[in-house]
Nanobody
Framework: QVQLVESGGGLVQPGGSLRLSCAASGFTFSSYLMSWVRQPPGKGLEWVSDINSGGGSTHYADSVKGRFTISRDNAKNTVYLQMNSLKPDDTAVYFC??????????WGQGTQVTVSS
């Protein structure tokens, strides 16, 4: 079955950096667009970024453009999110997702990112 396991979250000061990882299994990872989405406290899910199956095309929400970088390693079935210049508004649970634009979307259990001094 599909499994997505996120890691790398934590508490960081404003201006700091974190690198999130998402290990995928149970499907042909290299064939799928992968996304990162997040859920701030008390709010709904919001799309952050996605990367196409080959890794050559990426997209970002305006709120993170220039600060976050998505990448993937198809040999390791892993997608990453490098987050720099973090702000308190980036505080959220971060999820990686498969098929985000499809009714069959699936996402993992998430990893908490807290940006606070």
């Amino acid at each position: 079955q599909v499994q997505l396991v996120e890691s790398g979250g934590g508490l960081v000061q404003p201006g700091g950096s974190l690198r999130l990882s998402c290990a995928a299994s149970g499907f042909t990872f290299s064939s799928y667009l992968m996304s990162w989405v997040r859920q701030p406290p008390g709010k709904g899910l919001e799309w952050v970024s996605d990367i196409n199956s080959g890794g050559g095309s990426t997209h970002y929400a305006d709120s993170v453009k220039g600060r976050f970088t998505i990448s993937r390693d198809n040999a390791k079935n892993t997608v990453y999110l490098q987050m720099n210049s973090l702000k308190p508004d980036d505080t959220a649970v971060y999820f990686c997702a498969k098929d985000w634009y499809s009714p069959s979307r699936y996402w993992g259990q998430g990893t908490q990112v807290t940006v606070s001094s």
